[in-house]
Every structure is written in C-alpha cells, then in structure tokens.
C-alpha cells in the first residue's frame, strides 16, 4: 500500500514538473515574442478652412494741433466703420481701438532737423467674424477706402489677418483613424519582408496635432497634420 503510494506521488510530481516546465517554455517564448517588435509611423495629413478671421485694420494720421488731429482720427475711424457695415460685417463683430499717438518733438533728443508734423497717430480697428470667405471679399475691396482719405498700411505685422481653425475636435477622430491604418500598412509590409507575422500593439503614441498655414499667399487654408507612433510585436 505504502510503495502503491509513492509511486502515485511521484507519477503525479514529475506530470506537475512537465506542465510547469511547458507552461515556463511557453512564457519564455510569449516573452521573446513580445521583445521582437516593429516601430513604424503612420502620418494623416488634411487641408481645412479656416472657420475664424481676426482682421486688424490700421490707419496713420499726423498734424500739430492735437484735439483736431484725434477729431480727424474719429471721424477717418467712422469711415472705416461705415465701410465695413455697408459691406456687410455685424457691429458687434468691429472693435474700435485706442489710436497710438507719438510726439515727435518729445523724441528729437537735441536734433536739427525738425519734423513737418508733430504728431503722428496709428489707429487700429479690428474685425472680429466667423464668416471668413466674407471678410476675405471687403478685404478685396478696402481700396475705396483710399479715395476717401483714409491712409491705410499694411506693412506693419500687426495690421495682417489672423485665419484660425477652431474645428480640431471634430476632425481629430477620422485623422487618428487615419494614422493608424497607414501605420499598420507599413508595420505589416515590414512583417512580410521579414518572413514575421504582425502581432498586438505593444506601445502606441498618439502624437501631436499641428496645424499651420497652407503657404503665405493662402494663409486662410490650412494644413492639419497628425503623426502616430505605434509599436507592433512580430511572430514567427
């Protein structure tokens, strides 16, 4: 009876050895397996309509009588308000600044040569809209503001538009959809070069959005980029 048992005992321990052993050999495998990966980059890359304009408008004016030289500044600020109403931009959408006024005799610092006018002003008068295609026609047609007298610039970086894209939310799910399927292409023609087979994803990086203008001439399209990183595992 004794010996019967022993013998029981040790059949079942060496069974025990075998199935630890097959399960470690198995674990041991699953764990090269998860070492051997594949690192690829999948890009999205879509072009968007700005949805938002910010459009700095800026006039200069100069003179030596300082009360009459703002009362012009109100009455050219008028002209350009009356202008861009008729073109049909909201009032609530135009914000009308405080004007910049120098004094030019306060900066001469000793010089000799005097200034034909003492003051000069820059006023700034900003359209706010979401109605961009819009604001972008009055753009075309700011000329007449001209033959009016009111001496526009557009030389200074402050008077240039401002196009933004609001909508990254709503396009951010189809562009990581995207990314990942040109991922998976690649990470699956590197498994078959390779004689693998593509596994899970071990690791997966979403990466950042970026969005930029199209090109300076074109600065209301723009240019919506997304690059994921994802690691794939690789099987015999």
Do not use: C
């Amino acid at each position: 009876m004794k010996i019967g048992a022993a013998v029981v005992v040790a059949i079942g321990m060496v069974s025990a050895l075998g199935i630890l052993g097959l399960q470690v050999s198995s674990a041991l495998n699953d764990m090269q397996t998860w070492d051997r990966v594949v690192t690829v980059k999948g890009l999205s890359e879509r072009e968007y309509l700005a949805d938002r304009v910010v459009w700095p408008i800026q006039f200069v004016d100069a003179g030596n009588d300082l009360p009459a030289l703002y009362n012009h500044i109100e009455a050219n600020s008028m002209k350009v308000t009356e202008f861009l109403q008729s073109n049909g931009i909201a009032q609530d959408g135009i914000t009308i600044g405080k004007p910049d006024i120098t004094d030019k005799l306060a900066q001469q610092y000793g010089g000799t040569e005097k200034a034909p006018f003492r003051y000069t002003a820059v006023q700034t008068i900003t359209v706010f809209s979401n109605e961009v295609e819009k604001v972008r026609l009055v753009m075309s047609q700011i000329g007449s503001l001209l033959k009016s007298g009111v001496v526009l610039t557009n030389q200074h970086y402050q008077a240039q538009p401002d196009y933004v894209f609001t909508r990254l939310n709503e396009v951010k799910p189809a562009m990581i959809e995207e990314a990942t399927v040109n991922a998976r292409e690649v990470a699956e023609k590197f498994a078959q070069d390779s004689k693998s087979t593509l596994g899970k994803i071990k690791r997966a990086n979403q990466g950042r959005f970026s969005i930029s203008s199209r090109d300076h001439h074109h600065p209301h399209i723009k240019q919506v980029r997304v690059v994921s990183t994802i690691d794939y595992t690789l099987v015999d």
